[in-house]
């Protein structure tokens, strides 16, 4: 098994690659499973996030108009005690704009926030997750992983997206499914003493079938 940890030119089938925010809409064209956003995320507030305490990264899960989620996100930290300043001021400011961005490509007003601190090896199949489409952003620790699968099998080359660059993921709801074979996990941390910082974000189109 292989694992690249940087992003490479020898990506799978259906993977785009883009250096700025208008590449993101790549994610629609047809032969598209997966478009990372390969940008330089600020080193400083990359650096300070990976030595702050665990305890005080933000969490929450919540379904929030798109225009809403840096208020949101702000107060998830003001909650976790995420200390005031700079480097906290730029990641909620990115997390507002990737839900812009993502909401009005997605075109859909509501989004689900999921900011989690993950220590564990939650989600380490390889799968594809039941959902239109998703965009993950790690933020602190080991990216997202994925890969090619071939019936069925674990992905023989392992892929990880850069701490900070967003990914953007077709899941089964996408019309229609995709069939490029392109899994993804999260990483498997568990005993490492790694903690991660994820967001996730997730369109919905009906507020009454949210979680």
Request: with cysteine; aromatic share 6%.
């Amino acid at each position: 098994m292989n694992i690249a940890t940087s992003i490479s030119a020898d990506q799978p089938a259906g993977v785009s690659v883009v250096r700025d925010a208008r590449g993101l809409e790549s994610f629609r064209d047809s032969a598209c499973a997966a478009t990372l956003w390969d940008r330089a995320a600020s080193p400083d507030a990359i650096s300070w996030f990976a030595g702050l305490d665990a305890d005080t990264l933000p969490c929450g899960r919540v379904v929030v108009l798109a225009n809403a989620v840096g208020e949101t996100a702000q107060h998830l930290c003001d909650i976790s005690g995420m200390p005031k300043g700079q480097q906290c001021d730029w990641l909620i400011d990115d997390i507002a704009s990737l839900a812009q961005r993502f909401s009005d490509l997605m075109q859909s007003a509501y989004l689900q926030l999921r900011l989690e601190a993950v220590a564990t090896n939650a989600c380490r199949k390889f799968h594809l997750d039941a959902i239109m489409g998703r965009l993950v952003c790690t933020y602190r620790g080991t990216g997202t992983q994925y890969g090619t699968s071939v019936s069925g099998k674990e992905p023989e080359h392992i892929f990880t997206v850069p701490t900070g660059a967003p990914i953007l993921l077709r899941g089964t709801r996408w019309p229609p499914k995709p069939e490029m074979g392109l899994l993804h996990r999260s990483p498997p941390i568990e005993g490492t003493g790694e903690t991660r910082l994820v967001l996730v974000l997730d369109p919905i189109f009906d507020l009454e079938t949210a979680e």
